[in-house]
């Protein structure tokens, strides 16, 4: 059974944004994975924010969901509770919503592996004490 791929901010911006250093990492990996891609709605709110001054920035984000390459099967308000827990527990890194959004997803979705930039999540466990695997540049 192929993993399920859960996307942060970081390689979607990357992958959309041609000036990003990780331009052509986000393209090899995407290229390599089948739709759809999960994510959560903070990560959509970080990326449309900071692809706001590109060119339909936040218009290639959303059209990515209209096309349903990326899905968000997360709903924040029935996990409220977990997220707030786990920002809590993660409060000095500090964890941003849409971390904690994603931990939690890893956490319900079996066999899954967050695609990502940020080496916080080297550091975050999921059910406190897995190890959580991830698709990460080498150099982060």
């Known amino acids: 059974m192929p993993q399920k791929v859960l996307l942060d901010t970081g390689p979607l911006v990357a992958f959309l944004n041609k000036k990003d250093r990780y331009h052509k990492w986000a393209i090899t ?12 709605e903070a990560v959509v709110s970080e990326s449309c924010f900071l692809l706001r001054q590109y060119e339909n920035g936040a218009s290639h984000v959303l059209s990515l969901l209209e096309r349903e390459l990326l899905t968000i099967p997360f709903c924040l ?14 409060k000095d890194i500090p964890m941003s919503l849409a971390d ?24 975050y466990r999921k059910s406190r004490r897995k190890v959580i695997p991830l698709i990460i540049p080498d150099d982060i």
């Open 100 to 123: 904690g959004c994603l931990v939690r997803m890893a956490e319900q979705i079996t066999d899954s592996v967050i695609f990502t930039l940020d080496c916080d999540f080297k550091v």
């Open 29 to 40: 990996h995407f290229g390599a994975m089948s739709p759809p891609i999960l994510t959560c």
């Open 77 to 90: 308000k029935d996990e409220l509770r977990a997220v707030k827990t786990l920002l809590n527990k993660y």
